[in-house]
C-alpha cells in the first residue's frame, strides 16, 4: 500500500532536466518516492494510498536546503547592528559567551529551525556550538541537518581545548555517524581563528569518517590581509596548500575571490554556500557567483545567521542571489531563474554529499518535499512556476511540508512541536540577552 500520493499539484521536480509537470504530482513508500508525474498515472496508487493530498492550486517542489546557518544565533536577532564583520564578531562572541549553553543552544536551535522549516527548507547546515542539542532541536521539529565538531583555537562558549574538540567530534560520530536525518560534518569556524595544525586536525578526522568538512572562507577583505600577512597566501590559497579543499568540503561566503581561486575551487570540487543577504548587510561584498558558476564551481545558498541577517528567510535569499550579481555585473542574463533555484535544491544536495537523496523529486529519494500555494494576489498569473518561485514567492506561502512523506507543516503550522512555548521562553530570556552587551 502506498503511504502517501499529492495529486493535481504543479510540479516542478527540479532535476536535471528541470522538468515541470503541469498537472501532477508523486508517490510515496516507506518515505521514499516511487512515483513522479501526471496526476493521471497516480490515480491507481492513490486509490490504495492510505492519504491523499489535493495539491490543487500548488506548486509542489522539492524542500530547500540552506547550507550555511547558525541557527541558534536566532536568540541575539538584532541585537549587534551597522558594524562590519570583525568588531561585529566581537560583541557577538560577548553575547554569546554569557548567554550560551546547553539549555539555551537548544532553545535557539528550536526557535531557528522552525522558521527554517515553516518557510519549507527541509535539511539545514548548521555551524555552532553543542552540535548534539541542534541534531535534538531538528528532530523535536522534524528536519533533517548537517553539523557536527565545531574547531575554533580560543576557548569559546564550551571552554574546550584541543583535545575536548577532537573528544566531541569523535563522540558526534559515535551518535550520529549512521543517521538518514543527519549528515556528519566537521566544521572549522575559520582560517584566521584556527590555527593551520588544528585545521589539519579537523580535516583527518572528517576524511576518516568520510564526513563533511565546512569552513568560513574569503568574506571580508580584512580577513584575506590577516590570513595572507600571517601565512604569506590568500585564504583559498592557504585551504588549497593545507590539502582541506575536495569534493566535501563547504566554504561558507568566498566573497573576495581572484580568477586563480575560482580556478582552484573548480579543480579541486569544492563547493560555496552564498550568503547574499549577511554579505550585503555586514557590507562584506558581492561574491562573484557569475563566475564561480561559470567556471563549473558548484555554488549552493545560505541564510548565514539571524544575528546577521536578522531572519532566517531562504526565498530572499533565493531571490537576491538571483538579482543583486545582474545589478552588480550591468548583466541582465548572469543569474538564470534555474540557476538561482537549483543554488537552493540541488546544489544544496550536492555540497552534502547528498544529491542521490535530496534535492529533486525524483524516484528513489527522500520525500522531502513543500506546496506552495498560488491562490494569492501575487501568484496570478503564472506564466512559469520556476519564475514565480524565484522572483514572486514568499516564505508566507509555504503551506504544507514533508520530510520523508511525513508531514511537518501543515496550513502553516508545525505538526510536530507547540512554538508558542518556544517563543515564551525565549522571551522570558530576552531581558538577560539585553544585558549580556550592555
Known amino acids: 500500500?502506498?503511504?502517501?500520493?499529492?495529486?493535481?499539484?504543479?510540479?516542478?521536480?527540479?532535476?536535471?532536466?528541470?522538468?515541470?509537470?503541469?498537472?501532477?504530482?508523486?508517490?510515496?513508500?516507506?518515505?521514499?518516492?516511487?512515483?513522479?508525474?501526471?496526476?493521471?498515472?497516480?490515480?491507481?496508487?492513490?486509490?490504495?494510498?492510505?492519504?491523499?493530498?489535493?495539491?490543487?492550486?500548488?506548486?509542489?517542489?522539492?524542500?530547500?536546503?540552506?547550507?550555511?546557518?547558525?541557527?541558534?544565533?536566532?536568540?541575539?536577532?538584532?541585537?549587534?547592528?551597522?558594524?562590519?564583520?570583525?568588531?561585529?564578531?566581537?560583541?557577538?562572541?560577548?553575547?554569546?559567551?554569557?548567554?550560551?549553553?546547553?539549555?539555551?543552544?537548544?532553545?535557539?536551535?528550536?526557535?531557528?529551525?522552525?522558521?527554517?522549516?515553516?518557510?519549507?527548507?527541509?535539511?539545514?547546515?548548521?555551524?555552532?556550538?553543542?552540535?548534539?542539542?541542534?541534531?535534538?532541536?531538528?528532530?523535536?521539529?522534524?528536519?533533517?541537518?548537517?553539523?557536527?565538531?565545531?574547531?575554533?583555537?580560543?576557548?569559546?562558549?564550551?571552554?574546550?581545548?584541543?583535545?575536548?574538540?577532537?573528544?566531541?567530534?569523535?563522540?558526534?560520530?559515535d551518535e550520529f555517524g549512521r543517521a538518514d536525518d543527519v549528515f556528519p560534518a566537521i566544521l572549522p569556524h575559520g582560517a584566521y581563528t584556527v590555527s593551520p595544525e588544528n585545521l589539519r586536525v579537523a580535516k583527518e578526522i572528517a576524511d576518516r569518517h568520510g564526513a563533511l568538512f565546512c569552513t568560513h572562507a574569503a568574506e571580508t577583505r580584512a580577513e584575506q590581509a590577516d590570513v595572507t600577512s600571517r601565512y604569506g597566501r590568500s585564504v583559498i590559497r592557504h585551504l588549497d596548500h593545507l590539502g582541506l579543499l575536495g569534493e566535501r568540503t563547504v566554504l561558507a561566503h568566498c566573497v573576495h575571490l581572484d580568477d586563480e581561486e575560482i580556478e582552484i575551487l573548480a579543480r579541486t570540487g569544492t563547493s560555496v554556500a552564498h550568503n547574499p543577504m549577511s554579505n550585503m548587510k555586514l557590507a562584506s561584498g558581492f561574491a562573484r557567483v557569475p563566475d564561480m558558476l561559470s567556471a563549473s564551481v558548484n555554488v549552493s545558498l545560505g541564510t548565514d545567521g539571524a544575528i546577521s541577517g536578522n531572519d532566517l528567510d531562504m526565498w530572499m535569499a533565493l531571490r537576491l542571489a538571483a538579482t543583486i550579481h545582474k545589478a552588480f555585473t550591468g548583466r541582465a542574463d548572469a543569474i538564470s531563474t534555474a540557476e538561482a533555484l537549483g543554488m537552493a535544491t540541488n546544489a544544496g544536495a550536492k555540497a552534502l554529499g547528498a544529491a542521490d537523496r535530496i534535492g529533486s523529486l525524483e524516484v528513489g529519494k527522500f520525500a522531502d518535499m513543500i506546496l506552495i500555494d498560488l491562490k494569492r494576489p501575487h501568484a496570478v498569473p503564472v506564466f512559469d512556476p520556476v519564475t514565480h518561485l524565484v522572483y514572486s514567492t514568499a516564505k508566507s506561502d509555504v503551506r504544507h511540508v514533508f520530510v520523508g512523506g511525513r508531514q511537518v507543516v501543515r496550513d502553516g503550522v508545525l505538526t510536530r512541536h507547540r512554538i508558542e512555548d518556544t517563543i515564551a521562553a525565549v522571551e522570558d530570556l530576552q531581558p538577560r540577552i539585553a544585558a549580556s552587551i550592555a
Open 1 to 173: 500500500m502506498t503511504d502517501l500520493v499529492i495529486k493535481n499539484a504543479t510540479v516542478v521536480t527540479c532535476d536535471q532536466n528541470g522538468t515541470v509537470i503541469a498537472d501532477g504530482g508523486v508517490a510515496v513508500e516507506n518515505g521514499r518516492i516511487v512515483h513522479v508525474g501526471p496526476s493521471a498515472e497516480l490515480e491507481a496508487l492513490a486509490a490504495k494510498a492510505r492519504e491523499v493530498v489535493d495539491g490543487s492550486k500548488h506548486i509542489l517542489m522539492p524542500g530547500l536546503v540552506n547550507t550555511h546557518c547558525h541557527a541558534a544565533d536566532s536568540l541575539f536577532r538584532g541585537l549587534v547592528e551597522d558594524l562590519p564583520l570583525e568588531p561585529w564578531l566581537q560583541k557577538v562572541w560577548k553575547a554569546e559567551g554569557a548567554i550560551l549553553n546547553r539549555e539555551t543552544t537548544y532553545l535557539g536551535s528550536v526557535l531557528g529551525f522552525a522558521e527554517l522549516l515553516l518557510a519549507g527548507v527541509t535539511t539545514v547546515m548548521d555551524m555552532f556550538w553543542y552540535p548534539d542539542e541542534a541534531v535534538r532541536a531538528a528532530r523535536t521539529l522534524g528536519l533533517r541537518i548537517s553539523t557536527g565538531g565545531i574547531f575554533f583555537d580560543p576557548p569559546g562558549v564550551t571552554g574546550h581545548d584541543l583535545k575536548g574538540r577532537i573528544a566531541e567530534a569523535e563522540r558526534f560520530f
